[in-house]
């Protein structure tokens, strides 16, 4: 029954074809299509400039952070999963390795205030971005996400959802010394 | 006490179909009658259990059996009660049922269709057939079970999603699964030749009209999800590329292939091995289309809850199948002759070049659609694949096989003249080409993507209208009637799909071309002119529905002053999950449709009463696209319906009969 | 992806349609809509930016008329966006070489198709006048057999 082996190799080009086609998806299904990584890892950080959560009438500039290796936390008081991650945050705050800075996400100051009143308030400082413009520039698109910015203000690495003990100690904290030596 | 019937029923069902797949096949390859004969009982009796489980699910939804996780998590005492029942297939499980009783379904109806096959080939068929159902069977049993218990059970139910609710949704999933689902009966006939070793006229013969049915509930079910979509969703699109529309589509590319090359090898002997790898790569797609909707691993908007062990099992189950029978393939092709020897220019070589178009755009679509997933997997970035690309690529491919289409059928078999095919079809081409020209001035604004496409819909009428014509012609003499009638219904089918083509591509064409969409903020009482029609928003009332609130808008459509129609889109928020669903209105005319659906309310929620957005689209034409579907559906079960077949069914049939009397 | 807050947000609910307060001009939503149709939404991922209702949707919906009205063009509002989320954002993917495949295979495919219909076409015209003519009577027999057409 066997054709010459020349014709069995032309006619096996879509099993070929179909192996391929299985370790892709195969590979596919470990993945979550959803998340969409930044542009900015390794680009300077956007910009800002924003009133204090705390004390509307001092600004913080992402410049004035020039220097430091910092993460910037994006979180509003009617998002879900930011308790998920608050616990870990208020630990992290508690160790000192590296200042945590809120961006407060289209959030009323207020609400937010309270928020952190009840939760406990692990931030360095919060800033208020209410209309969700620096949200934009840093390509927000879900709420909580992290940003880690090193001393020359680039940034390094986004955690996209809820920090997870995972993340913080296989990927974040280890680059985070690294980045200040 | 009748989910857990139901569940036994389908643990009862695999074992009757792992015997089904596993004895038969050993039968033909020992030569043993009496195991091969096993097969047609098995097959009945698998589908007598299976829709016995289906039966089931669908009692707990009935009636309301929310102890049932699958009811509990889909249904809702509020739902109509035919919404209840739609609701059996309307979560992932349910589905999953339904493929399933389709599947036993088939094969039930090839074990009652195939007395006059050899014994050895019925028996190979119904066994591959039996080795799909375990596959499935598995499936559901172990990571998809319908009949799970909630204990303790939820006192009501979290309601079927309302976009569900709908009846395009309620006969979509069964049309469809009925044309995913038949493309298993091809397969199995092709991996049974492929087993026995004989690939020759007589099994395209056999396997032919189960694929035509099959091609054409499958043309019917995505026509009507994409009606579904254009009324539900509120944007008055029709198709967008999505993965799991794609997911249809490509299984519809292949098989139209596989209708087309099926032909040629009954007819000429040609083509053996491609046909039967278009027989493979037809149902591989639906698999596919399976695992793609069901498994996460795209972004889609079907809304099956997704979970890795489901998608582990089916890619598994698929690398078994799938990748089994091109292994088969591989082995047995080679040895597969040429068949009948053909011309350059010959309906054959045209026929060819179809299947080549088909299968290089239905690889177009595999790639765009796992394009972001390649890159992804090789960690190179993610991109979206949008309709943007698929225009692009689409429609040049598959320009010159719709101009093939006029041609072909024309064409003789084997060797077709140049000259003569000119002579015949000049005529055509000039009425298509000048139409196609002038029709756009008339039509309001001539652009060179009008004017082809109306020039390749067109071209289709006129062949048709040629073909039709010499064929009364060649028909001998007597009355008109009887030369129509001398025939066969396969050739009128071939001709309405054709036909069916056409109209679609002017559907397309048109609403491409000339609609309008206007996104706008109304006043109450204010009046809007788009296009050559003024429309009055006169406010929103609530009212109440059966399981939801609703805000109806009133909308009057004029038309050089006179009232033609008063549109009431809604907008409905579902009472048991919250859900908020726009219903369009639409006024509906053989030359296009006048769409209006409302926004939100300009003043935030609390003021309904108000100005609000409303969106009002004028789509020229745009229901031809439907009816071109289904006019190809339609011309799919004319084919089948040829007296050769209906001979043959009624012989079979009474054959059944009389077997069964005389047990 | 659980409890992210947008997630819910994607129902099939239309998007708030205008929402800016400049005066209204046909030409520029007509503009904004076929930009915003090529756009993907980040949260109601299989939406264009244009139909989604999530609240990102309508930011940049607004941040898009923004820069519109600023007199960008097109593709500098299209930068825009990439530079923030990336080219997530395209439904019309870039040309660029991890995207040739994408772009150059269907035409290639065909190229190759049409090839192989030439290959195929010689090699039977070849196999045919190497085969010994076939019996007429047999073959006439054959397709009255399996033809129920006339011929045309």
């Not at chain 2, 019937?5 to 030569?31: D, H």
């Not at chain 2, 225009?391 to 060797?415: C, K």
């Amino acid at each position: 029954m066997m054709g010459s082996p020349a014709k069995t190799l032309r006619w096996s080009i879509p099993l070929a074809v179909f192996i391929v086609l299985v370790a892709f998806l195969w590979a596919g299904l470990g993945r979550d299509p959803h998340e969409v990584p930044s542009p900015l890892i390794g680009k300077p950080a956007p910009a800002f400039e924003l009133a204090l959560l705390h004390d509307a009438s001092r600004r913080l500039a992402a410049g004035d952070l020039k220097g430091k290796v910092w993460l910037l936390n994006v979180w509003a008081s009617w998002c879900v999963s930011c308790r998920v991650e608050h616990p870990l945050l208020l630990q992290l705050a508690k160790t000192n390795i590296v200042p945590v800075y809120g961006l407060d996400y289209k959030d009323k100051p207020e609400d937010a205030r309270a928020w952190l009143a009840q939760h406990g308030d692990p931030y360095t400082a919060s800033i208020i971005d209410s209309d969700g413009k620096v949200g934009i520039d840093y390509g927000v698109y879900g709420v909580p996400e992290t940003f880690l910015i090193d001393k020359a203000g680039v940034v390094r690495y986004k955690q996209i959802g809820p920090l997870t003990i995972e993340a913080l100690q296989q990927k974040i904290l280890p680059l985070v010394r690294q980045l200040q030596q | 006490m009748i989910p857990e019937l139901g569940n036994f029923a389908l643990i009862v069902a695999l074992l009757v179909a792992a015997t089904q797949g596993v004895v038969p096949m050993l039968g033909a390859a020992l030569n043993q009658p009496r195991m091969m004969a096993l097969a047609r009982p098995a097959a009945r009796m698998q589908f007598v259990l299976v829709a016995t489980a289906f039966a089931c699910l669908a009692w707990s939804f009935a009636s309301n059996d929310f102890s049932v996780q699958n009811v509990a998590a889909n249904s809702n005492s509020e739902l109509p009660l035919h919404y209840r029942i739609a609701a059996t297939w309307g979560s992932h499980e349910g589905s999953l049922l339904l493929w399933m009783l389709m599947l036993a379904g088939w094969s039930c109806a090839v074990s009652v269709f195939s007395r006059n096959l050899p014994g050895a080939l019925a028996a190979r068929v119904l066994s591959v057939m039996g080795l799909i159902g375990v596959g499935f069977l598995l499936f559901l049993l172990f990571t998809s079970n319908p009949f799970a218990r909630l204990i303790p059970p939820a006192p009501e139910g979290r309601d079927l999603n309302p976009l569900l609710q709908d009846p395009g949704m309620v006969f979509h999933p069964p049309l469809l699964y009925m044309g995913y689902v038949g493309f298993s009966v091809a397969f199995a006939f092709a991996l049974a030749a492929l087993i026995g070793g004989r690939l020759d006229a007589t099994w395209a013969r056999w396997s032919r009209p189960w694929t035509t049915v099959a091609w054409a509930f499958l043309t019917a079910g995505i026509a009507l999800g994409s009606g579904w979509a254009y009324y539900t969703l509120g944007w008055g699109g029709w198709w967008f590329w999505d993965p799991v529309e794609n997911a249809s589509f490509m299984p519809w590319l292949t098989g139209t292939a596989l209708i087309h090359s099926l032909a040629v090898t009954e007819k000429r002997g040609a083509f053996r091995s491609w046909t039967v790898l278009l027989a493979i790569l037809a149902f591989s797609l639906s698999l596919l289309g399976t695992f793609l909707v069901r498994s996460g691993v795209l972004t889609s908007v079907h809304a099956f809850a997704t979970d890795p062990a489901r998608g582990v099992f089916i890619l598994v189950f698929l690398a078994i199948v799938i990748g089994g029978s091109l292994a088969l393939f591989a082995w047995r092709a080679g040895a597969v002759g040429l068949g009948g020897s053909f011309a350059l220019v010959s309906r054959e070589s045209m026929l060819l070049a179809n299947n080549i178009v088909l299968i290089v755009a239905m690889a177009s679509v595999l790639l765009g659609t796992l394009y972001p997933l390649f890159l992804d997997a090789l960690d190179l970035g993610k991109i979206s694949v949008g309709p943007p690309y698929f225009d692009a690529v689409f429609y040049p491919l598959l320009a010159p096989a719709v101009f093939l289409m006029g041609v072909g059928p024309i064409a003789r078999w084997n060797r077709a003249a140049v000259p003569e095919l000119a002579a015949r079809l000049k005529w055509a081409l000039a009425v298509a080409l000048v139409s196609a020209l002038l029709l756009p001035f008339v039509l309001g604004r001539w652009s060179l993507l009008i004017a082809v496409g109306l020039f390749l819909a067109l071209w289709l009428f006129a062949t048709t209208a040629v073909n039709l014509w010499q064929r009364i012609k060649g028909s001998g003499r007597g009355s008109l009637l009887a030369r129509l009638a001398a025939n066969p219904a396969s050739y009128y089918g071939m001709l309405l799909a054709h036909l069916g083509v056409g109209i679609f591509i002017v559907g397309v064409t048109l609403v491409k071309g000339y609609e309008i969409e206007r996104d706008v903020r109304v006043d109450v009482g204010e009046r809007i002119a788009v296009g050559a029609y003024e429309f009055t928003f006169l406010g929103v009332t609530p009212a109440p529905g059966p399981n939801y609130r609703a805000l109806v808008g009133k909308v009057e459509v004029r038309r050089d002053g006179r009232l033609i129609e008063t549109l009431f889109p809604e907008k409905r928020i579902y009472n048991a999950s919250g859900q908020t669903m726009t219903i369009a209105a639409i006024d509906t005319a053989i030359s296009g449709d006048r769409y209006v659906s409302l926004g939100e309310p300009v003043g935030g929620d609390g003021a309904i009463t108000g100005a609000w957005g409303v969106r009002i689209y004028l789509k020229p034409f745009v229901d031809w696209i439907w009816l071109g579907a289904f006019v190809m559906a339609f011309g799919g079960f004319v084919a089948v319906s040829d007296r050769r077949y209906r001979l043959a069914v009624r012989r079979r049939l009474a054959a059944l009969v009389g077997a069964t009397a005389g047990e | 992806m659980t409890g992210r807050r947008w997630v819910g947000a994607c129902l099939f609910a239309l998007a708030a349609v205008g929402g800016a307060a400049e005066p209204p001009s046909a030409a520029l939503d007509a503009r904004l809509k076929r930009l915003e149709a090529e756009l993907r939404c980040l949260v109601c991922q299989n939406q264009t930016l244009a139909d989604s209702n999530a609240d990102l949707a309508g930011d940049l919906r607004r941040e898009v008329r923004e820069l519109a009205l600023a007199g960008r063009t097109d593709d500098e509002i299209r930068d825009y966006l990439v530079a923030r989320y990336g080219d997530f954002v395209l439904y019309d993917p870039p040309l660029k070489p991890t995207t040739w495949l994408l772009w150059f295979a269907p035409f290639t495919l065909l190229a190759g198709g049409g090839l192989l219909w030439w290959q195929v076409l010689s090699r039977r015209q070849r196999a045919a006048s190497a085969a010994p003519p076939s019996d007429p009577v047999a073959e006439a027999r054959a397709r009255a057999l399996l033809d129920d057409e006339p011929p045309p």
